[in-house]
């Protein structure tokens, strides 16, 4: 197999936000030159796929600013500092839709920006689900969109539905439930 | 509907790189209150399914620094200013593994990163491949793994393929092609 590492030479961080931890590294490249890496130090995510009683997904729809369009989703969130992919799937699910999951399955783990990104998002089937009695979180504008599989199956395919990790867990939901 | 949409108030850059364009925002959110949104200027990219002529995809093996492994891919690349998506994909399929497509279509929108980028991402089908007489990129490390659509749909749901732009397109064409 040919030769395709890179190795660092030196990191350096070069915007310190309250929300994007950007850096810039030298490396050493294969053929012994050296280039440039600019990426975002990202904390990894957990993505829910949440099974109402009834069956339906617990889709939602959210203002993504970064696209500037109101999107189809499903839950998820960065992982809080030390936080495991397991313990954040079970806040954002109760902080975005207020609800408790019974029974929380992993299902894959998935990489959404390697060209520019560390992050890893964990995704996880969260089923027998309650509503749960805290408030929930006030940051966050969400509008709940309960879905059957088959519907949201057909938004993928059509285009509707045009977020990864979105796209991602419907396709798993459909090979393990339907 | 619930108001879901946040408007610009500001937005400046924070950080000028030679590959990320960074940007910081002030916002007005739904309930009035306001807020900051940190998210990275993407140009946009293009995804290319490529079919070789034993009906084979032509995936590729490509290091990815800011997640320090190995990745399985289809081949993809940014926009360069100006570029329409098909034309990038099909410069990026001769620069990346040196084939030219005489037959290219659309398959499918998606966003990568909606947390965090405002990059779009269109994905094509590339058929009737042939060999292009010039070099490939030497910018690139990249090594050429020919795959059949049954292994890589296996590679998919066993979790050695995490890329999402790759998941997404091998199961478009499995969907079209099988």
Redesign the interface.
């Known amino acids: 197999?040919?030769?395709?590492?890179?190795s660092t030479v030196s990191s350096k961080k070069?915007?310190d936000?309250?929300?994007?931890d950007?850096r810039?590294?030298i490396?050493n490249?294969?053929?012994g030159n050296t280039?440039?890496?600019?990426?975002?130090n990202h904390p990894g995510?957990a993505c829910i796929i949440p099974i109402m009683s009834d069956g339906r997904l617990a889709l939602i729809?959210?203002?993504?600013?970064?696209?500037?369009s109101?999107?189809i989703?499903l839950p998820?969130g960065?992982l809080d500092e030390g936080e495991k992919p397991e313990s954040c799937a079970l806040r954002e699910l109760e902080e975005e839709i207020g609800y408790l999951a019974e029974k929380l399955t992993f299902v894959?783990?998935?990489?959404?920006?390697?060209?520019?990104?560390?992050?890893?998002m964990w995704i996880f089937l969260a089923e027998r689900l309650i509503e749960s009695q805290k408030r929930t979180d006030h940051?966050e504008?969400?509008?709940l969109m309960p879905t059957s599989i088959e519907d949201a199956v057909r938004m993928v395919?059509n285009?509707k539905i045009?977020?990864?990790?979105t796209?991602?867990g419907i396709?798993w939901v459909e090979?393990l439930l339907s």
Chains 1, 2 share one sequence.
Do not use: C
């Open positions: 197999m040919a030769e395709l590492k890179e070069v915007y936000g309250s929300f994007l950007v810039k590294d490396v490249l294969p053929d280039s440039t890496r600019e990426w975002i995510a729809k959210q203002y993504r600013y970064p696209v500037k109101i999107m989703e998820a960065k894959s783990k998935i990489h959404p920006a390697i060209g520019f990104a560390n992050e890893e940051d504008f969400v509008e395919w285009g045009t977020d990864v990790k796209i991602i396709l090979r």
